[in-house]
């Protein structure tokens, strides 16, 4: 189980007496017309709390050193219910979230109105985009409270994301559950693959794979033929796959918030040319290496410095480059990235790596004149003498990609 009351008592530990510290799910996104963008929830506030409801509010006071923690959520309303389903009752609400106080997020100003001379700081989620229960940027937000009440105003955010980047046994359980997902689905999707096919049809077919087991996306999945595999975050998915190209997917799912981010890159005719093989088998080594280099004390940006050697000098010795500077041309992106939550989790790429954190390592290579793009990604726990590869049931092996 998620321990939100316990992550909660880490920024607790943080906060000045007499402070006030507030979170918010996030709103609705307009689409167009009556239409909306589904609902995503701010994942700090879900860490906190475990609600993936709009408009929801968590409160945390510290007042003489007294500490209350108190949950916000829109109230039950039949006219919305028979259009857009239930909504959370204030049971649910405080079950899932683990307070012992609830209200509903009409009354919150009132409730405020009655502490607000008790707080001297407030704690907020400056982080650029995030809007509060009214909508409004959060960072107005603080602007206001300051003008308003002269509140001394603190950015939480960094604390929160130093508590993400550790994940606790149970998240890395559910993670393993998104890469074991997302194996299966690839799988049938690969499986699939053939010349005449559309990318679409691939990407299609893996989406599939995740839907039927009430999975979703945890982001837009890259299904990228030939040439198309060297833009990093292809989107339009639209061309023929041609005998004797490589097909590069990128994609991960999830049906429980922590999403997996996979690459894979396969023939679409089921062999490797040679030129495809060679560039192949560097990208894999590189993968498998910079796995091997993973330990506590290493930082992201040493594992990214690893990689730029590591492809330059066997791209050098295959006579594929010759001046060193020549490998930004073929490899032009980050090797790792912290996993979660979010994709891209929130990180600092210059921070030592401990246990309990997961990253991604997706050396990749890009040839622009042989329309050939590589990328080869799993997803590493670190652990307290190296790392474990949580995504080593996705076949990478040439042997396991030929038909
Ligand atoms: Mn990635």
Redesign the pocket.
Known sequence: MHDFKGRRAKLIKLMKDNSALLLFSGVEIKKSADGYFDFEVNRNFYYLTGLKQENSILLITKIKGVVKEKIFTLAFDPLQHVWTGRRYTAQEAKKIANVESHDITAAFETYFENIKDDIKHLYLDLEPGILTYTGKETKKFALMMTGQYGYEITDIYPEIIKLRMVKDEYEVKLIRDSIHLTALALKDAISKIKPGMYEYEVAAAFEYGIKKHHGQLGFSTIAAGGKNGIILHYPHLDALLNDGDLLLL?LGGHNNMYTA?I?RTVPVNGTFTDLQKKIYSVVLACNKAVIAKIKPGKTLVDLQNFTREFLKEKLIALGLMTADEEISKYYYHGVS?H?GLD??DPGERSLPLVPGNVI?V?PGLYFAKHGIGIRV?DNVLVTDTGATNLSIEIPKEIKDLVK
């Open positions: 990128d981010d690459s990235h996993l994709t891209h991604t997706e990604e």
